[in-house]
T-cell receptor
Framework: AQSVTQPDIHITVSEGASLELRCNYSYGATPYLFWYVQSPGQGLQLLLKYFSGDTLVQGIKGFEAEFKRSQSSFNLRKPSVHWSDAAEYFCAVGDILTGGGNKLTFGTGTQLKVEL | ETGVTQSPTHLIKTRGQQVTLRCSSQSGHNTVSWYQQALGQGPQFIFQYYREEENGRGNFPPRFSGLQFPNYSSELNVNALELDDSALYLC??????????????FGPGTRLTVL
């Protein structure tokens, strides 16, 4: 069965510092991978997605992620963090349903705190 | 173009009661998925509806049921509420144009508390 592991439950960075959030997946075929962000009390906003092609994916708000098949990883990066980036970040893998369509399997999330 | 909306925002119920949560999908979307997010956890897939038919189901008991209407809005019903059903319930819609790779767009969620 597919699964996603986010090893870091909490990460604290200083504003202006670089950021990398780790994500490892387990999936039998070529994975469809996503990063979502959730602010307190809010739903999930899509940051970026990988389906195929270029393994470096650009997203919104200056985020990027790199797919590395050999490491089963899809780490999220940002060169300079802003205080408004403080939120919870979820990595997810898409899985095709038998009836068509797809479902998402999420990791447990990484809570990002930004120090001013 | 409106995004995914959910109602109510918050809900408090007692154990054993029944609850109905509602979701309006994004304009042009015919697929709705429901997820349960317990405190401190990632969302877990409950089920998906495509053109008014259940299209797939996660590991949830039958007391979790759903419905999708001709306008593609959806309901999640939970019977015989248990304390562990306390969670944020998220609805997500997708276009259905390329179903295997559709991106899901999430609503703000309904916070259910079971006492």
């Amino acid at each position: 069965a597919q699964s996603v592991t986010q090893p870091d439950i909490h990460i604290t960075v200083s504003e202006g510092a670089s950021l990398e959030l780790r994500c490892n997946y387990s999936y039998g075929a070529t994975p469809y991978l996503f990063w979502y962000v959730q602010s307190p009390g809010q739903g999930l906003q899509l940051l970026l997605k990988y389906f195929s092609g270029d393994t470096l994916v650009q997203g919104i708000k200056g985020f990027e992620a790199e797919f590395k098949r050999s490491q089963s990883s899809f780490n999220l990066r940002k060169p300079s963090v802003h205080w408004s980036d403080a939120a919870e970040y979820f990595c997810a893998v898409g899985d095709i349903l038998t009836g068509g369509g797809n479902k998402l399997t999420f990791g447990t999330g990484t809570q990002l705190k930004v120090e001013l | 173009e409106t995004g995914v909306t959910q109602s109510p925002t918050h809900l408090i119920k007692t154990r054993g009661q029944q609850v109905t949560l509602r979701c309006s999908s994004q304009s042009g979307h015919n697929t709705v998925s429901w997820y349960q997010q317990a405190l401190g956890q990632g969302p877990q897939f409950i089920f998906q509806y495509y053109r008014e038919e259940e299209n797939g189901r996660g590991n949830f008991p039958p007391r979790f049921s759903g419905l999708q209407f001709p306008n593609y809005s959806s309901e999640l019903n939970v019977n015989a509420l248990e304390l562990d059903d306390s969670a944020l319930y998220l609805c997500a819609s997708s276009s259905g144009r390329d179903r295997s790779t559709d991106t899901q767009y999430f609503g703000p969620g309904t916070r259910l508390t079971v006492l």
